[in-house]
């Protein structure tokens, strides 16, 4: 089973490949939905990899495939300039998700 980087970050993307990750780099969310397609019908491919910043372009179309889809596992990494997320963010999408307040 594969891994496969969809990154908006150069730096990102040498790192990954230097570990032996294949993956593409793309600014666009017409070309970051492009990417996911291909990713997500190429069987090989177990986990996408995906940097925060591509998880904001396309936020809703992740969390659909996270909901309805066991396979690939998609996991969100920040970049080199850092995390975007607030520091209690596990907590509040857990709430989210509970619907509480």
């Known amino acids: ?8 970050n150069r730096d990102t ?4 490949r230097l570990a032996g990750i294949e993956g593409v ?3 666009e969310r017409e070309e970051i939905l ?3 397609e291909k990713a997500m019908k ?4 177990g986990i996408i990899i ?3 910043l591509i998880l904001e372009k396309v936020h809703d179309e992740i969390m ?6 066991k396979h690939p596992l998609i996991v969100e990494i920040p970049d080199r300039h850092g995390q975007r997320r607030d520091k209690d963010y ?5 709430n989210d998700s509970l619907g509480l307040k």
């Not at 190429?42 to 491919?45: A, D, H, M, S, Y």
């Not at 596990?90 to 857990?94: L, S």
């Open 1 to 8: 089973m594969k891994s496969f980087l969809i990154s908006d």
């Open 13 to 16: 993307f040498v790192a990954m």
């Open 25 to 27: 780099i793309v600014h």
């Open 34 to 36: 492009i990417e996911l």
């Open 42 to 45: 190429n069987k090989e491919i």
């Open 50 to 52: 995906i940097t925060e």
């Open 64 to 69: 659909d495939i996270k909901l309805k889809k």
């Open 90 to 94: 596990i907590t509040k999408y857990i």
